[in-house]
Nanobody, 131 residues
Framework: QVQLVESGGGLVQPGGSLRLSCTAS????????VGWFRQVPGKEREGISC????????YYADSVKGRFTISRDGAENTVYLQMNSLKPEDTAVYYC????????????????????????WGQGTQVTVSS
């Protein structure tokens, strides 16, 4: 079964850290661009980070730059989002998505990865930053 599964969300105090994981099953992430998105109820989904498959170049939205780090672990077939110095405004449901295919590398070119009907999405994980 082809799927993406996010994990690592939870409740954290302002200034704290969390590491989100996006693990693929049924396919290999190596050739896919992988992006992280977040959404707050009533607001548009925001693309916050993306990592290329060809060269590992990373992109970040201004809202998270300097605080969040995206990375890949090919052996684990997982993409991580390390989130430091968390703020209450980071509270959202976080989703990962994979774009591309198995036969060629796919790159992001921006923090907001372009997705289409063939993209894979995870189910989301809640991050709450509150004291």
């Amino acid at each position: 079964q082809v799927q993406l599964v996010e994990s690592g969300g939870g409740l954290v105090q302002p200034g704290g850290s969390l590491r989100l994981s996006c693990t693929a099953s049924g396919f290999f992430l190596d050739t896919y661009a992988v992006g992280w998105f977040r959404q707050v109820p009533g607001k548009e989904r925001e693309g916050i980070s993306c990592i290329n498959s060809s060269d590992g170049i990373t992109y970040y939205a201004d809202s998270v730059k300097g605080r969040f780090t995206i990375s890949r672990d090919g052996a684990e077939n997982t993409v991580y989002l390390q989130m430091n110095s968390l703020k209450p405004e980071d509270t959202a449901v976080y989703y990962c998505a994979a774009e591309g295919g198995p036969y060629a590398y796919t790159d992001c070119r921006a923090a907001e990865m372009v997705t289409d009907d063939n993209s894979y999405w995870g189910q989301g994980t809640q991050v709450t930053v509150s004291s």
